[in-house]
C-alpha cells in the first residue's frame, strides 16, 4: 500500500442541514429536494416509441435520423431503466411546443400553454408522462425558458411580424424533406405559423397557395413574393422597432464581446431565434404565472430555468415567489452559466450579478453575499464544473477545495446541483465536447459528486460513455446531430440492447453510488466538515443533524491510499463500500482506512455495513 506524504489542508465550508426525514417514498410527496439524484433527459433524443410524431427540422438534416425521434411515450416505457439506476427524479428539456430551423431541444418557445406535439402520441400526452413517473416514484422536473420566445412570436398572445417561410426564394436552399420551401412539410398547406393573433394578410395563406406561388406583397417592405434571391431578413429575422415594449426588449443582438456587461447579457436578444422578452416587466411576470400553474396543475415537482443568466435575479425571484403561491414546495433551481470561473468580482473581473451564487441570495450588495437570506432559488454548480478541466480530466482531486472554501457564498451549498455534463457543455478544456480521457476518471468525479455536497444529475448516455470524446453541439456546417453527444440514445434502450447497457461498468458504478447515497442520509443532507486534499485523493466529513448520520469519506485516484481522518465522532464505523468495521475511541478520535486505487471509503457511524456489490471502482 502506498501512501502519498504530500498533502494540502484545507477547511471546507461548514453547510447548514435541516432537521427532516430521509425516507424515500414509493409516491413522491413534498420533502427535502436534497434527497434526490436527478437523471437528465434531452426528451427528443431519447427514446422513440412513436414514428407518426417523427419530426425533421429544416437545418442539419440527416436522413433517418429525425430530430425528434424521442417522445414522451418513449420516455415513459423507459421509466424503469431510470429508477434501477437508482434516480429518484427526471429532469427534461421544455416540453412545450417550439418554433425554430432547430428547435428539437425545446428552447424556442411558441407556445408555453400547448405540449409539443412532435413528442405527444394520440394516446399518450405529458400528463400520462408525469403519472408513470409519479407511479414509481420518480419526481418530474420540467426545463423552461423565461427570458425569450420564438422568432414566430407567442401563439394566442403576439405575432411578430414576418413572412411565412413557404414563399421564400434564396440563397439558403431546403432539400428534403422540405423540397421546395421551408414551409411545415407535414402541414397540407406547408404553413408553420397558426398564430391567431396574425393579421389576416398572413392568415390568408395559411390554408392555400402550399407552394407558396404567390403573389404576396409585404406590407411593410412593399415588394411582392415569390422573388429569386431574397434577402432572408423578413423571413427568418425579426425587425424589433414593430415590437412592443410590454413583451419584449429592444436593445438589440447581443455581440460576442459583451457577455461580461450586465445590461447586454439581460436585455440583448440572444440570436435570431431568441427573442428577449422584458422579463422586467409585470405582464410577463403573470403570463409565465399562469402557465407555471398549468404545468403544477399537472403534477409537475420541480422546474428548472433555462438561460437564467439572461435574466435579472430578482425578476426570477419575484417570478418563483408567484409560482409558489399555486406550489409552495415546489423545487427551482437556475442555470446559470458563468462566462468565467462563477464567483464574480470577489473572485475575478465577471460581474457578480452575472454568475451562480447571486441568484441564490437576497443581498443587495455584490460584495456582502450574506446580507441577506435565500432567494429561494437553487443552483447549478458550474465553479466545480469548470474545475474539472484541470483536476478529474486529468485523474486527480486537486484544487476541488479551492471551490468548496466557497461555499459560504451560496444560502444553501447542500442544494446545489452538481454535474460531470450538461446539455451543451463537457468536463474537459474548453467545455466543448463530451469526456474523452480513461473511463476511470470519470468514475473518481462520480465518487466526487455522489459523497460531496449537492444534489448529482447526470445526463443521460453518461451512464455508458456515450458519444465519447464527441462535440457537444454542430460546429461545422456539415454537423449532424447522429456525430455529436446529442445522438439518438434510443439505440441502447431496444429489448435487444438493454441489458448490456444497463450492466455497462459506469451504469453498474452509478447504480451503486445512487444506492450508499440513498442509505446515508449525511451524503445528501450532511454539513461539510474537516476537508484534507491530496496529490492523489481528498477526504471530508459529512455531519447531519449533530450526528444524526455521520459519514467519513476518503477517495483515491490512480493509486491505493492509506487515509487517516482526525476529529471524528467517537463510535462504531463500517465502511459502505467494504464492509469492513472499526471502532474510534473518544480518546484518539482517529479513523485510519485504505482505499484501492479509483474507488472510495465511506465510513458510516453506526452504519448498515456493506452496500450494493463491489464493482471496477467501488471495491
Given at each position: ?405 466557497n461555499d459560504w457564498l451560496y444560502a444553501d451549498p447542500n442544494q446545489l446541483v452538481t454535474f460531470f455534463h450538461n446539455y451543451d ?24 459528486l455522489w459523497t460531496l455536497r449537492g444534489v448529482p444529475m447526470l445526463l443521460m448516455g453518461e451512464e455508458i460513455e456515450f458519444m ?152
Amino acid at each position: 500500500m502506498r501512501k502519498t506524504t504530500l498533502c494540502i489542508i484545507l477547511l471546507f465550508a461548514q453547510i447548514c442541514c435541516s432537521n427532516l426525514s430521509a425516507q424515500q417514498p414509493e409516491i413522491p410527496v413534498p420533502g427535502d429536494f436534497r434527497d434526490e439524484r436527478i437523471y437528465s433527459v434531452i426528451t427528443s433524443r431519447f427514446y422513440d416509441a412513436d414514428a407518426e410524431n417523427n419530426y425533421y427540422n429544416y437545418e442539419r438534416i440527416d436522413k433517418g435520423d429525425p430530430h425528434y425521434r424521442g417522445d414522451f411515450k418513449g420516455l415513459a416505457q423507459k421509466l424503469d431503466y431510470i429508477k434501477d439506476l437508482g434516480f429518484t427524479a427526471i429532469c427534461i428539456t421544455p416540453p412545450v411546443e417550439n418554433r425554430g430551423g432547430l428547435d428539437f431541444m425545446g428552447l424556442n418557445a411558441y407556445d408555453w400553454e400547448t405540449f409539443e406535439p412532435r413528442l405527444t402520441s394520440s394516446d399518450f400526452a405529458y400528463g400520462d408522462l408525469i403519472r408513470s413517473a409519479h407511479s414509481i416514484g420518480l419526481k418530474v422536473i420540467q426545463t423552461l425558458v423565461v427570458n425569450h420566445c420564438s422568432n414566430f412570436g407567442i401563439r394566442n398572445h403576439y405575432f411578430i411580424p414576418r413572412l411565412p417561410l413557404k414563399f421564400y426564394r434564396g440563397p439558403l436552399k431546403p432539400t428534403w424533406p422540405y423540397v421546395y420551401n421551408f414551409g411545415d412539410y407535414k402541414h397540407e398547406f406547408r404553413m408553420n405559423n397558426d398564430n391567431p393573433c396574425a393579421p389576416d394578410w398572413f392568415k390568408d395563406f395559411r390554408f392555400r397557395d402550399p407552394w407558396g406561388a404567390g403573389p404576396l406583397k409585404d406590407p411593410i417592405t412593399g415588394k411582392t413574393f415569390p422573388a429569386e434571391n431574397q434577402h432572408p431578413e423578413r423571413f427568418f429575422g425579426t425587425d424589433e422597432k414593430y415590437l412592443q415594449s410590454d413583451w419584449f426588449h429592444r436593445e438589440g443582438w447581443i455581440k460576442a464581446d459583451e457577455n461580461l456587461t450586465v445590461a447586454r447579457v439581460q436585455r440583448a436578444h440572444l440570436d435570431q431565434n431568441s427573442i428577449d422578452l422584458a422579463s422586467d416587466n409585470w405582464h410577463i411576470k403573470r403570463f409565465f404565472a399562469k402557465v407555471v400553474k398549468k404545468y403544477i396543475d399537472l403534477g409537475v415537482d420541480g422546474l428548472r430555468i433555462q438561460y437564467a443568466r439572461n435574466s435579472d435575479r430578482q425578476d426570477l425571484v419575484h417570478m418563483v415567489e408567484l409560482w409558489r403561491k399555486f406550489k409552495p414546495e415546489l423545487y427551482v433551481f437556475a442555470d446559470v452559466a458563468p462566462a468565467l470561473d462563477g464567483f464574480g468580482k470577489l473572485t475575478g473581473v465577471e460581474p457578480t450579478e452575472l454568475v451562480p451564487w447571486w441568484y441564490t441570495r437576497n443581498t443587495p450588495n455584490p460584495n456582502e453575499p450574506d446580507l441577506a437570506g435565500n432567494s429561494g432559488i437553487a443552483v447549478m454548480d458550474y465553479p466545480l464544473f469548470k474545475s474539472f478541466a484541470a483536476n478529474l480530466s486529468s485523474g486527480h482531486f486537486n484544487g476541488v477545495g479551492n471551490i468548496i472554501k466557497n461555499d459560504w457564498l451560496y444560502a444553501d451549498p447542500n442544494q446545489l446541483v452538481t454535474f460531470f455534463h450538461n446539455y451543451d457543455s463537457g468536463p474537459e478544456t474548453g467545455n466543448l465536447t463530451r469526456f474523452s480521457s480513461d473511463q476511470w476518471k470519470a468514475a473518481c468525479a462520480y465518487n466526487l459528486l455522489w459523497t460531496l455536497r449537492g444534489v448529482p444529475m447526470l445526463l443521460m448516455g453518461e451512464e455508458i460513455e456515450f458519444m465519447k470524446g464527441m462535440p457537444q453541439v454542430c460546429v461545422l456546417p456539415t454537423d449532424v446531430l447522429s456525430r455529436t453527444g446529442k445522438a439518438y440514445f434510443g439505440d441502447n434502450l431496444s429489448d435487444g440492447t438493454i441489458a448490456q447497457t444497463a450492466s455497462h461498468v459506469l451504469a453498474q458504478h452509478i447504480r451503486r453510488l445512487n444506492q450508499i447515497r440513498a442509505a446515508v442520509p449525511a451524503l445528501s443532507r450532511g454539513q461539510l466538515e474537516s476537508g484534507n486534499e491530496f496529490v492523489s485523493g481528498i477526504s471530508f466529513i459529512r455531519n447531519y443533524n449533530n450526528a444524526e448520520s455521520y459519514a467519513v469519506v476518503g477517495l483515491s485516484a490512480f493509486i491505493d491510499q492509506d487515509i487517516t481522518v482526525t476529529r471524528v465522532l467517537p463510535g462504531d464505523y463500517s465502511d459502505a463500500v467494504t464492509g469492513q468495521t472499526q471502532s474510534v475511541a473518544t480518546s484518539t478520535r482517529t479513523l485510519s482506512f485504505s482505499v484501492k486505487g479509483n474507488s472510495a471509503g465511506i465510513w458510516v457511524r453506526n452504519g448498515p455495513g456493506k452496500i450494493g456489490v463491489d464493482g471496477e471502482y467501488l471495491r
